[in-house]
T-cell receptor, first 108, second 118 residues
């Protein structure tokens, strides 16, 4: 059974304090690893897709990386507006299996 | 680009009534649309996948007679929760995916519908 595990479950950082979120998956044969941001009461907002080990993508203060068994979302010098739940999802064919997310809080 | 609109955003209704939720892709044609359910502090659970002009494919454990899905056009899918009961209260989110011209197109999500059954 596909499993996607995210850690930590919650993370509180001071503004400007960089850190990384982890997403690991148990099924081989990756067909895309997706990162989304979800604000309270809203639907997920697409951030990145990664396809192969070694791939990296960046957007503003966020950088996503991928290995054979896990992905990291690195947040550099975060700001309060980066506070959200970050979800990763594994793609197989057209379906997505989501992790439970990391709730990130950036304290001013 | 890739905007998905979901309506209504919030519904409160009495037990036993049916509720229809609409999901529209505003600036692209969505060959496939998905319906998810999310409980508080939990992740998204896929309920069903619908392709334009064909019957929806439901995930294991999802009652197809309770959750009716129609995908009549390339820009509109609807979810009808029939004879809703309090246990159906949840946050329902749709997503849409464009035709895979480039492989593994991402799903783009609507802002969800908060359904509360009294």
């Amino acid at each position: 059974e596909d499993q996607v595990t995210q850690s930590p479950e919650a993370l509180r950082l001071q503004e400007g304090e960089s850190s990384s979120l982890n997403c690991s998956y148990t099924v081989s044969g990756l067909r895309g690893l997706f990162w989304y941001r979800q604000d309270p009461g809203k639907g997920p907002e697409f951030l990145f897709t990664l396809y192969s080990a070694g791939e990296e993508k960046e957007k503003e203060r966020l950088k996503a990386t991928l290995t054979k068994k896990e992905s990291f979302l690195h947040i550099t010098a975060p700001k309060p507006e980066d506070s959200a739940t970050y979800l990763c999802a594994r793609g197989i064919r057209e379906k997505l299996t989501f992790g439970t997310g990391t709730r990130l809080t950036i304290i001013p | 680009g890739a905007v998905v609109s979901q309506h209504p955003s919030w519904v409160i209704c009495k037990s036993g009534t049916s509720v229809k939720i609409e999901c529209r892709s505003l600036d692209f044609q969505a060959t496939t649309m998905f319906w998810y359910r999310q409980f508080p502090k939990q992740s998204l659970m896929l309920m069903a996948t619908s392709n334009e002009g064909s019957k929806a494919t439901y995930e294991q454990g999802v009652e197809k007679d309770k959750f009716l899905i129609n995908h009549a056009s390339l820009t509109l899918s609807t979810l009808t929760v029939t004879s809703a009961h309090p246990e159906d209260s949840s946050f329902y989110i749709c997503s849409a995916k464009a035709r895979d011209i480039v492989s593994n197109q991402p799903q783009h999500f609507g802002d969800g519908t908060r359904l509360s059954i009294l």
